[in-house]
């Protein structure tokens, strides 16, 4: 069983997949650019469920956590 972990930032999103024993067995980054940081829904929730769906079809996930900037949360 793996784990996701989303980190979404002002200017970039990581994503790495963690096994139980807490080795990053896959890491994920995209920098955010001009458009794509002024329509957030538009650009990166798709992007991020894309990726997601990826990994469900790789890895068998048991757990999906996200961290957002507190001052900044887009949705």
């Known amino acids: 069983m793996?784990?996701?972990g989303i980190d979404l930032g002002g200017s970039h999103?990581?994503?790495?997949?963690?096994?139980?024993?807490?080795?990053?067995?896959?890491?994920?980054?995209?920098r955010l650019?001009?458009?794509e940081k002024k329509d957030i829904k538009g650009n990166v929730e798709p992007y991020i469920i894309q990726i997601v769906?990826?990994?469900f079809e790789t890895y068998k996930i048991e757990r999906i956590g996200m961290a957002v900037?507190?001052?900044n949360l887009w949705w």
Request: glycine letters at 14%; hydrophobic letters at 35%; charged letters at 35%.
């Open 2 to 4: 793996m784990r996701v």
């Open 13 to 30: 999103i990581g994503i790495g997949v963690v096994n139980k024993e807490g080795k990053i067995v896959q890491k994920i980054e995209k």
């Open 33 to 35: 650019m001009g458009e």
């Open 53 to 55: 769906n990826e990994l």
């Open 69 to 71: 900037p507190r001052n």
